[in-house]
T-cell receptor, first 111, second 113 residues
Framework: GQSLEQPSEVTAVEGAIVQINCTYQ??????LSWYQQHDGGAPTFLSY????GLEETGRFSSFLSRSDSYGYLLLQELQMKDSASYLC????????????FGQGTELSVKP | DAGVIQSPRHEVTEMGQEVTLRCKPI?????LFWYRQTMMRGLELLIY????????DSGMPEDRFSAKMPNASFSTLKIQPSEPRDSAVYFC???????????FGPGTRLTVL
């Protein structure tokens, strides 16, 4: 079957760096995505990794290691507004379709 | 662009009633997805359409749930009859042909009493 594992919650202070991990088990692999969701609002796309390595977009970076079935989201210079749930997701095919989401990691940023 | 539009934003109904949720995807997107989110089960894909055709409905919980996409700019998710365990936030999302990015609507918070 397909599954994704991520920690349920992480706490960090403003200005710090935090890493949110995601491990996956899938029969085929087509990439790893990250979404941000504020308190019951719409999930919004953050990043996508299809190949190994680090992708940087401003304060957020995402890393993938296909050999370890593992990825992480790195948030730098944390701000209070970064408090949200972060979900990793994998597509089950390469045809723009079915995404399986992790349960989400609740990030709390403290002053 | 207005983004994905869903209506209603909130729905409170009684057990046994029919519920219809509506979605307008982003113009030009050819894939549409219906998700359900609960604390217990997280974000689950119910069904998705490609070019208005249902591709995978394996996530639809049972026959009480049905979804249609009569044209490229409109889709409905219907629950008949509704039950308290259907209470959840239902999201609609759309995407273009790329597999990596889905755009979510604001969701419909459904409460079945």
């Amino acid at each position: 079957g397909q599954s994704l594992e991520q920690p349920s919650e992480v706490t960090a202070v403003e200005g710090a760096i935090v890493q949110i991990n995601c491990t996956y088990q899938t029969s085929g692999f087509y990439g790893l995505s990250w979404y941000q969701q504020h308190d019951g609002g719409a999930p919004t796309f953050l990043s996508y990794n299809a190949l190994d390595g680090l992708e940087e977009t401003g304060r957020f970076s995402s890393f993938l290691s296909r050999s370890d079935s593992y990825g992480y989201l790195l948030l730098q210079e944390l701000q209070m507004k970064d408090s949200a749930s972060y979900l990793c997701a994998v597509p089950l095919n390469n045809q723009g379709g079915k995404l399986i989401f992790g349960q989400g990691t609740e990030l709390s940023v403290k002053p | 662009d207005a983004g994905v539009i869903q209506s209603p934003r909130h729905e409170v109904t009684e057990m046994g009633q029919e519920v219809t949720l509506r979605c307008k995807p982003i113009s030009g997107h050819n894939s549409l997805f219906w998700y359900r989110q609960t604390m217990m089960r997280g974000l689950e894909l119910l069904i998705y359409f490609n070019n208005n055709v249902p591709i995978d409905d394996s996530g639809m919980p049972e026959d009480r749930f049905s979804a249609k996409m009569p044209n490229a700019s409109f889709s409905t998710l219907k629950i008949q009859p509704s039950e308290p365990r259907d209470s959840a936030v239902y999201f609609c999302a759309s995407s273009s042909s790329r597999a990596d990015t889905q755009y979510f609507g604001p969701g419909t918070r459904l409460t079945v009493l």
